[in-house]
């Protein structure tokens, strides 16, 4: 680990695609079978493998992308414009956009350093502000972020004590667990996404997951622009052309045989991380509280200081390696800037230490010690 960096220069991503194989069978099939379309076997397919994966009172619908099931999550809780929802402030827009789809005001709440997801004192403050102030808030979204569960028992026990709906956003989470239930499980309406750089990927797409049939119906019925029943093009409410393609849930498919491997893949880069750098004062990672269970989908470090997490990242791109910082806040965003906050501090702290490392499950032990080495070297000197 002390010799000079590796003169190779090939690029490392963050968080890059990686096929298994399995996936061309499924497309196959879709072109054999003439389904190009949003509909047809690999839909229905791929649906019924995450409900049998996540094996508990689950009805999954595929849809566009992460972000079409948090619009729709939105509309089926009937949040309409005018409304107030809750919002994590530390996460990726994606999460807060749909709320303004719908005409909706996010509210920001911060973090907590146990998960760095939403903080339970600071949730029941802004409740209470926001129903005080005469607008009790329709919907929490929960972020599971970067893969660790948020803090289910308290933020669902304060849904329930308040009478509001939790929408579970585990876009980044498939294959995380709490208390050996499956993250995407813990919402009144929860979901998934299948970009490019997540856990698997369909090239896009998303799915939403509710809680009983009734829902899903629904859910289909708003993401199929709304027809109603009958041979004549009839509409009554307003539609969404958000249904996955049966080609991308096709390589979906061919993802879900391998997700368990691949959760074990990033769960390794973030041990080879840990035994590593752990022993560096200057460096600090997130480390799963009893009971908490992450795919790591990515593994974040948070530094001494700004400028260290600056000095790393700018040395890894000079070496060809993608590194990102930590989400950037919502309340720190020009779009939301005018938005209500609750805040202690955490999440802005998180953003100006932390550093997203290379974490995807095609990396070769290779790619991790060159990363370690760049990291250590800077430290050394």
Not at 169 to 196: H, M, P, Q, W
Request: glycine share 6%; net charge positive; aromatic share 12%.
């Amino acid at each position: 680990m002390k010799n000079k960096v590796s003169a190779s220069k090939s690029k490392i991503w963050l968080s890059p695609p990686h096929m298994s194989g399995y996936e061309q069978k499924f497309i196959n099939e879709a072109f054999t079978t003439n389904w190009i379309a949003p509909f047809g076997s690999n839909v229905i397919g791929f649906e019924k493998d995450i409900e049998k994966y996540l094996n508990y009172n689950s009805h999954v619908t595929a849809l566009s992308s992460g972000t079409a099931a948090i619009h729709l999550a939105l509309l089926l809780l009937k949040v309409k414009k005018g409304d107030e929802v809750i919002c994590q402030t530390k996460t990726f827009v994606a999460s807060v956009n749909p709320v303004t789809y719908v005409g909706a005001k996010p509210i920001f709440v911060d973090s907590e350093l146990k998960t760095w997801n939403m903080c339970p004192e600071m949730l029941e403050i802004a409740i209470n502000d926001r129903i005080k102030k005469g607008k009790k808030p329709k919907a929490i979204i929960a972020i599971n972020l970067y893969g660790m569960p948020y803090n289910v028992e308290a933020i669902n026990n304060m849904s329930e004590k308040y009478q509001i709906p939790v929408i579970e956003d585990s876009a980044e989470a498939l294959g995380s667990s709490y208390n050996n239930r499956k993250c995407g499980t813990f919402g009144d309406i929860s979901v998934f996404s299948f970009n490019g750089n997540k856990i698997i990927t369909a090239s896009g797409g998303g799915a939403l997951i509710s809680r009983n049939i009734k829902t899903k119906e629904k859910s289909i019925f708003l993401a199929t622009q709304a027809k109603n029943k009958g041979f004549e093009y009839n509409h009554s409410e307003t539609g969404y052309n958000y249904r996955m393609s049966n080609i991308l849930a096709g390589i979906g498919r061919g993802q879900m045989v391998v997700l368990d491997s691949y959760v074990s893949l990033r769960r390794r880069n973030f041990d080879f991380y840990y035994k590593h750098l752990n022993f560096n004062k200057h460096i600090t990672f997130l480390n799963e509280p009893m009971g908490y269970y992450s795919n790591r989908w990515l593994t974040c470090i948070l530094f001494s200081t700004n400028k260290m997490r600056e000095d790393i990242r700018l040395l890894l791109e000079k070496e060809n390696i993608e590194s990102r910082p930590s989400w950037k806040p919502m309340h720190l965003q020009d779009l939301f800037k005018n938005s209500p906050k609750y805040l202690n501090g955490t999440s802005e702290e998180i953003y100006r230490k932390g550093l997203c490392l290379p974490s995807g499950s095609s990396l070769k032990e290779q790619d991790l010690n060159r990363i370690i080495l760049i990291i250590n070297n800077y430290f050394e000197r």
